[in-house]
């Protein structure tokens, strides 16, 4: 079982930035994939950003550039610095955790934080 809390959404204006915090309830280097996604209204939920055990960084195409996600194992923290905000950006983001074993692979979600880009 992997709990995820969500944080740091907000009102921003267009150009601003905000960063996301999820923590996890347990060790993230226990976990083989954590990642962010976004839904917005009437939209599908879609990746963002992940981060796996061990391996690279991928981005949506729509943030490249603009977003990093980043780890603090002693903190069992992900976080994802959002700069250059744009109003498509607006939605609401959840912290996704995967953790696999031999036979099988189970997804967390944290309840999501919301994030407004507007003037």
């Given at each position: 079982q992997v709990q995820?809390?969500?944080s740091g959404g907000g009102l921003v204006q267009p150009g601003g930035s905000l960063r996301l915090s999820c923590v996890?309830?347990?060790?993230?280097?226990s976990i083989n994939f954590m990642?962010?996604?976004?839904?917005g209204t009437g939209k599908q939920r879609e990746l963002v950003a992940g981060i796996p055990s061990g391996g690279s960084t991928l981005y949506?195409?729509?943030?490249?550039?603009?977003?990093t996600?980043?780890?603090d194992d002693v903190k069992n923290t992900v976080y994802l610095q959002m700069n250059s905000l744009k109003p498509e950006d607006t939605a609401?983001?959840?912290?996704?955790a995967v953790v696999a074993s031999a036979y099988s692979a189970m997804d967390y979600w944290g309840k999501g934080t919301l994030v407004?880009?507007?003037s």
């Open positions: 995820l809390v969500e996890a309830s347990r060790a993230i280097f990642g962010w996604y976004r839904q949506a195409d729509s943030v490249k550039g603009r977003f996600i980043s780890r609401v983001y959840y912290c996704k407004t880009v507007s």
